[in-house]
């Protein structure tokens, strides 16, 4: 079992067998332009939108092999409107990203198949990169990510979960 608390009852969980797990963030320096047809924005609004993305999370890869979720695309992030955009680079690979500055932050990534991240980059930007931030655990996307620090936001309880003993950030579009 797992849960995200927030700081007021950061006290409260352990005394149920809780443990608080550590969220390491990943980052990677690339440098990209934009470049290509742009990946279309999709609008979660659309019905038909929201059941193919729900197929995808519950039929397709999940994000991460270390510690991540299936079947989360109906996510509290994506119902109430605070996910970045939501694009698709092909009917069965969909990604929640946007760039801020020259960063490109991808939040998630949902794909029936493996696919060239690197090589989607141009489509998914709007302007020169010169580093990426990974909302997951990013070593099936991005191998070569590395530790960025501590996710201080992500209060990560566990409990009957066998600790880890790799770095790991359960994917932001999965947290509730």
């Known amino acids: 079992m ?3 608390a927030n700081k007021s009852v950061l006290e409260f969980y352990p005394r149920f067998g809780f443990e608080p797990r550590r969220q390491t963030l990943f980052s990677a320096s690339h440098v990209a332009r934009p470049g290509g047809t742009a990946a279309p924005r999709l609008d979660l609004a659309e019905a038909d939108v929201r059941a193919r993305l729900r197929m995808l999370s ?3 890869l999940p994000v991460t092999e270390r510690f991540g979720a299936r079947g989360t695309a109906a996510s509290w992030y994506a119902a109430n409107g605070f996910a970045r955009p939501l694009r698709a680079l092909s009917d069965d690979a969909w990604v929640f990203a946007e760039v801020e500055g020259e960063t490109l932050f991808i939040d998630d990534v949902f794909a029936r198949a493996p696919f060239d991240l690197r090589e989607a980059l141009p489509r998914l930007i709007d302007r020169p990169i010169s580093s990426i931030q990974f909302g997951f655990t990013p070593e099936r996307w991005w191998p ?6 501590e996710d201080m936001e992500a209060d990560l309880f566990v409990r009957g979960l066998a600790s880890l003993r790799e770095a790991n950030l359960f994917p932001v579009m999965a947290r509730t």
Not at 144 to 149: D, H, L, N
């Open 2 to 4: 797992l849960l995200f």
């Open 144 to 149: 070569g990510a590395v530790e960025a620090g």
């Open 58 to 60: 519950d039929e397709g």
